[in-house]
Every structure is written in C-alpha cells, then in structure tokens.
C-alpha cells in the first residue's frame, strides 16, 4: 500500500481507530483508501487483527512494517500465541488454522504479538479490545476484562445477558473497543463499540477522532457464518446511512 502524501482539510495528522480485522486486509485497504489515508495519519486496531478471515498474515506484515499502524491485543491475537507455545487450551477450528498457516514465520508473528498492550491512551480517547470495569481504576484493570468482557452482574465476563459495561462506565475518557460484533456500532455517552462483523459479511468501521466520524465500508464476502446473535444483537441505526460503497458520517 503506497502513503497517500495529502491529508483532507486542514487537519495535520489524524487517529483513525478501525475495528476488529480478523484477516480483513481488503476492506482495511478500501477503508484508507476511502478517507483519504495520508503519511501523517495513524491507524489503531481494537485487536484481533487475526484468525477467521482470509489475510492474517498480509495484515500482521502491514501493522510490522509500517509505524503509522499500531493495535492492542485481541483474545484471537492471544490465542494465537498459546497455540504456538503449546499451551494446554480449547482452541478453535480457526485459531488453529491461523496458527499452522503462520508456522512459517512463526518467530516474526510471535514477537509482534507479544508486544502488543492491552491498552492504548490517545488521551481523551482509550483504546481497549473488549470492555473494562467501571468501577475499578484504569491501573487495576484484570486483563481476563480487557480481553473478553461485555457484560456485568454475571458469573462469566463473556456473557450477553448481563448489563453491558459501557451502558455503566461513565470515566473521563471515551473508550473506544471491538470483540462484540453488532450490525452497526455499539454506542453509549462513553464508548463507541466498533466490532460491525466484517468478517461475517457485514462492514469493517473505523473512528476518526479529531474530526468525530465514523467510516464504514461493506465488507466483500462472507468469510464466516455469523450466529444469530450477531443479527439479534442491535437494530440498524437510523442516524448512520447505510450504503454500497465507503460512507463516512460525522456523530
């Protein structure tokens, strides 16, 4: 992917935080793309960069070899690397794929990975994979959370039936994360859930910061089946367009 050397307007750089990749190289290239993608700009992922899509590998060599690209770690991400390190774990059909088509290289992937934090500070922004407890300091975080919480008030911290952590978090800085992929993106007064099941068919999104915005484009093929929770999990939202090609929306 070549830079693009002239930012729009009269921002000097911007923070573009896209959601859960999963192998979605494609729609990643089509969503620089569609914003205009400069070499001042800079790009966060929520984490699981990898597993389930078609292009883990062109994905981790982009977020390698370009400074601009930076992400937290994701529970597939992690996955990954106890799979490597033989690890005594339930792994899926997918993680195991990924982790043998990876093989190769295997010392490179493992380094990246392992380097990757659980949290990203963009000062009035956090960048987190899945969620975090309201009610405890950003230091005191468990990392099980960081990696696999949605919901409170229940014996598992990956339960959908409790009550959503971002519908109880109300701290200073506007949490931005992925792992629970909804139709359209998740949004409370302080988070915006960015998981819009590109892998599954749908859309990949992205947030842009300084300028409030939201980017989505469709993703193009159904790489994996979605359960029926993803469609059950939130009504399209009236107030962000849907179409064909890339959309970008102010909030």
Known sequence: MKPINQSPSNISHRTIVVGDLHGCYDELIELLTTIDFSANDRVVAVGDLTVKGPKSR???????????FRSVLGNHDLALLRFWRGERHK???AQKKTGRELEFDREKYSSFLSSLPLMIDL???LVVHAGLRPDRPLDQQDADDLLELRTLGRKKRTSRKGTPWYDVYDGDKVVLFGHWPAPEPRRAPHAIG???GCVYGNRLTAYIVETDELVSVPARLFYRKASDRFYKSGEPSADIPRAASGTIIAT
């Open 58 to 68: 062109e994905i981790l060599d982009l977020f390698i070899a370009d400074r601009r």
């Open 91 to 93: 792994f899926t059909g």
């Open 123 to 125: 000062d009035s922004h």
């Open 194 to 196: 960015l998981d819009t």
